[in-house]
């Protein structure tokens, strides 16, 4: 089973800067993949960044390329989310996500293959 535990939101301004972070527990190395998804009010679960957990580079939403860096510190159980340059339309609830260990295809932005979800943090960045 594994468990995810978001922590680091908060109120910006715009243009400012936070990180995220997850901590991981019962991982294996049968769970390839790991993400972070935000959820604004009114609107749909959105796919943001997405990273292998053994090795690779991550994939971004369009919205946010250029601005935010997804990287994980295995050693440590922990993914992170660097948000640079955060705008209004960034505000919502991020929410960590891991596939399961029967998952072996691509990582990619699409929640329907997340099993594992983080109770989430609220972001919120004011103009």
């Known amino acids: 089973q594994v468990r995810l535990v978001e922590s680091g939101g908060g109120s910006v301004q715009t243009g400012g800067s936070l990180r995220l972070s997850c901590g991981f527990a019962?991982?294996?190395?049968?769970?390839?993949?790991m993400a972070w998804f935000r959820q604004s009010s009114g609107n749909e679960r959105e796919g943001v960044a997405v990273?292998?957990?053994?090795?690779?580079?991550?994939v971004y939403s369009d919205s946010v390329k250029g601005r935010f860096t997804i990287s994980r510190d295995n050693a440590n159980y922990t993914l992170y989310l660097q948000m640079n340059n955060l705008l209004p339309e960034d505000t919502a609830m991020y929410y960590c996500a891991a596939t399961p260990n029967r998952y072996l295809g691509a990582c990619k932005l699409d929640a329907r293959v997340f099993d594992y979800w983080g109770q989430g943090t609220q972001v919120t960045v004011s103009s």
């Open positions: 019962g991982y294996t190395r049968n769970n390839r993949c």
């Open positions: 990273i292998p957990i053994w090795g690779g580079s991550g």
